[in-house]
């Protein structure tokens, strides 16, 4: 993988601390932006940064969090990116806790709407920015007994789209990237409700979280200024029960 460039811009990362966060932090970090990610305790932020050179800086905050988010994102960012997500809860549409899917929709669908709204501000005071939204495959395939992960995630992929119709002529690039299926805790928790998702890739095994990290540190560089709008789908046949 060769060398990317992203020297003299800043990074805010959300979600971090561990899994394709962490990953896309340590990337965007090694391309030379000034990077600062968000974790949810000080614990988590602090294992991460262990695992990191000495110029990334973190900050306790969760995302659902507008106020704290909207005062991190205060002095301006030249790419954000709303990584934290949560899969459950998981059932039937009948039995979803409407409380548990409220908790869904706010932590991956309203909390990348709030910092992109946070982030905006500045973006088009200084004429350009990058938002990357990290959907899913769940965007366009149900994957039964997630409805509230496949809704909030298809609801982020047409942000993105939102995003690059009203901004793109003001120079702020957002695009969305489902990456596949990564070898990370979250697929641990697919994982266990029965769903075998090797079975749908063609090489038979997990990618690892540098893999789509590489890939979306890269469409932030400006070599991919052409990517504005899309989602670049890492895809996979819908799942099925193993
Ligand atoms: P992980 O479950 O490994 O990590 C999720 C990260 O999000 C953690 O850092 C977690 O923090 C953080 N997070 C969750 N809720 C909040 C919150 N309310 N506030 C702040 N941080 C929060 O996930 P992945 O790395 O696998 O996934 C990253 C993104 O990629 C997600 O949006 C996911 O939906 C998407 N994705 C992943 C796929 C995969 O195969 N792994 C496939 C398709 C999409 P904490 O440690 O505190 O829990």
């Not at 910092?115 to 990290?134: C, E, F, K, Y």
């Not at 079975?199 to 979280?209: D, E, F, M, T």
Request: negative net charge; glycine residues 12%.
């Amino acid at each position: 993988m060769r060398p990317l460039d992203l020297s003299g811009k800043t990074a805010l990362v959300t979600g971090g601390n561990r899994g394709i966060g962490l990953a896309l932090v340590r990337e965007l970090s090694r391309a030379g932006a000034r990077v600062t990610f968000t974790a949810r305790n000080q614990a988590n932020a602090d294992a991460a940064l262990k695992e990191l050179d000495g110029t990334v800086e973190a900050r306790v905050c969760d995302v659902t969090d507008r106020a704290g988010m909207a005062a991190l994102l205060e002095p301006g960012v030249d790419i954000l990116v709303n990584n934290a997500g949560v899969i459950g809860p998981i059932g039937h549409i009948a039995e979803v806790d409407p409380a548990e899917w409220a908790r869904n929709i706010e932590t991956n669908l309203t909390a990348a709407f709030a910092a992109t709204q946070s982030a905006l501000r500045g973006m088009v005071a200084r004429g350009g920015g990058t938002i990357v939204n990290l959907s899913s495959g769940a965007a366009r395939n149900a994957m039964e007994g997630w409805s509230a992960y496949c809704s909030g995630k298809a609801g982020l992929a047409m942000l993105t789209q939102c995003v690059a119709k009203e901004y793109g002529d003001r120079g702020i690039r957002a695009f969305g990237f489902a990456p596949g299926v990564v070898d990370t805790d979250m697929q641990g928790a697919i994982r266990a409700s029965g769903i075998n998702p090797v079975s749908q890739i063609p090489r038979g095994n997990l990618a690892p979280p540098e893999e789509p990290a590489w890939a979306i540190a890269w469409l932030c560089t400006a070599e991919a200024d052409v990517f504005a709008g899309q989602e670049v789908d890492v895809r996979h046949e819908p799942f099925r029960r193993a």
